[in-house]
């Protein structure tokens, strides 16, 4: 590859992993091109993605980001590396991939290497079920305003009851106030 090729795909590699939030590291060594393509589909489907790249031009775009966040994947970067990215709304999307391709295909790649999500890393294919059930803050977020909902329910209809109640008596009052002779 000449210099100024790499220079580029340096750039972008940088950009990739900078602009996302979510990365994935697997390897789709031992796939055939058809399955391959398969996964690339299936990634592509939910716009997250894929770059098959060379592990020393992806240790130098771990040395240039600004935000030393993914040095924990200098130890894994060794043999074949793809690159998945996306940002944190479909956090979870690419390990579910992985696990149905594992499932339909019957094999037990592409290998999770290692994954950084929602400011956490988790490595090798025993961590696909944790991330399967992961959720993103935004699915946290809902899940307690889901539960504050009940509640918040029952308080403003006690406030519709006792205001209510607050009117029958003040209407009453009124009435008999009304009725009284001096």
Excluded: W
Excluded at 21 to 49: A, C, G, H, M
Excluded at 82 to 110: M, Q, R, T, W, Y
């Amino acid at each position: 590859m000449k210099k100024e090729k790499k220079g580029t795909e340096l750039s972008k590699l940088i950009s990739i992993l900078s602009d996302n939030d979510t990365i994935y590291l697997i390897d789709v060594s031992d796939l055939n091109s058809n399955q391959i393509s398969l996964l690339r589909k299936n990634f592509y489907e939910y716009n997250i993605q894929m770059r098959v790249v060379k592990n020393t031009l992806l240790k130098k775009a771990l040395e240039n980001i600004k935000n030393k966040k993914l040095d924990s994947f200098f130890s894994i970067l060794n043999g074949n590396t793809s690159v998945l990215a996306c940002n944190s709304d479909l956090g979870n999307i690419p390990s579910k991939i992985i696990k149905n391709f594992h499932v339909s295909e019957k094999i037990e790649k592409p290998y999770l290497k290692g994954a950084y999500i929602e400011e956490s890393f988790y490595f090798g294919n025993k961590d696909l079920d944790v991330l399967i059930n992961i959720k993103s803050k935004k699915d946290l977020i809902i899940d307690i305003l889901k539960i504050l909902q009940s509640p918040i329910e029952q308080v403003i209809l006690s406030i519709k009851y006792g205001e209510n109640q607050i009117f029958r008596i003040l209407k009453t009052l009124s009435i008999s106030k009304n009725k009284r002779v001096f």
